[in-house]
Nanobody
Framework: QVQLVESGGGLVQAGGSLRLSCAAS????????MGWFRQAPGKEREFAAA????????RYSDSVKDRFTISRDNAKNTVYLQMNFLKPEDTAVYYC??????????????????WGQGTQVTVSS
């Protein structure tokens, strides 16, 4: 069982940066693949980034590749999403998710078992 709490969202201008954090409770945090998803108004939830249990491999959607960086600190039970060069189309609620299955860096949100409540990111033009 993992409980997730996101933080770090806010309002920024286009071209700016934000770092999201996801704090996890549970002694088996390092057993989970972690992902970040986002959902814009009127749209379906979409994959943004994922990171393996060890933190040695990552995957990004084409829309955030080369701008966002996912990382994790298993000693702190925390996963991060560093977002640079933000665009108005990045505006969404960002969700942290944990995948306890044997799948590797899944991009389908149905593959993830636990979810945070989300944090709002708004990018103005």
């Amino acid at each position: 069982q993992v409980q997730l709490v996101e933080s770090g969202g806010g309002l920024v201008q286009a071209g700016g940066s934000l770092r999201l954090s996801c704090a996890a409770s549970g002694r088996t945090f390092s057993s989970y693949t972690m992902g970040w998803f986002r959902q814009a108004p009127g749209k379906e939830r979409e994959f943004a980034a994922a990171i393996t249990r060890s933190g040695r491999s990552t995957r990004y959607s084409d829309s955030v590749k080369d701008r966002f960086t996912i990382s994790r600190d298993n000693a702190k039970n925390t996963v991060y999403l560093q977002m640079n060069f933000l665009k108005p189309e990045d505006t969404a609620v960002y969700y942290c998710a944990a995948d306890g299955s044997i799948s590797s860096l899944a991009i389908d949100h149905h593959e993830y078992d636990y979810w945070g409540q989300g944090t709002q990111v708004t990018v103005s033009s």
